[in-house]
């Protein structure tokens, strides 16, 4: 049986983003300063989530700023 998904976890500390068509991600800022993801400030203990939605998402980009993101991505 092929694989149909690949899980893809990472703690990060520079910009970045998740490329089109990811099924599902969850980020939250583990670090102690304010982080930007898609646009909207994340702070110290937050989390979004993108859950699966029956097709692709379209990109979306962080920037940890003086933080520490862990980003769980569904490829």
Known sequence: MDILAQVNEIDTTVSGEIS???LSASI????EGKA???GVVLFP??????PFVGKGYKKI??????ST???MQII
């Not at 939250?28 to 670090?31: A, E, F, P, Q």
């Not at 980009?61 to 003086?66: D, I, K, L, Q």
């Open 45 to 50: 203990g937050e989390a979004k989530g993108y």
């Open 69 to 71: 993101l862990r980003i």
């Open 61 to 66: 980009t962080y920037n940890p700023g003086a």
């Open 20 to 22: 089109d068509g990811f």
């Open 28 to 31: 939250k800022n583990v670090g």
């Open 36 to 38: 930007l993801v898609n």
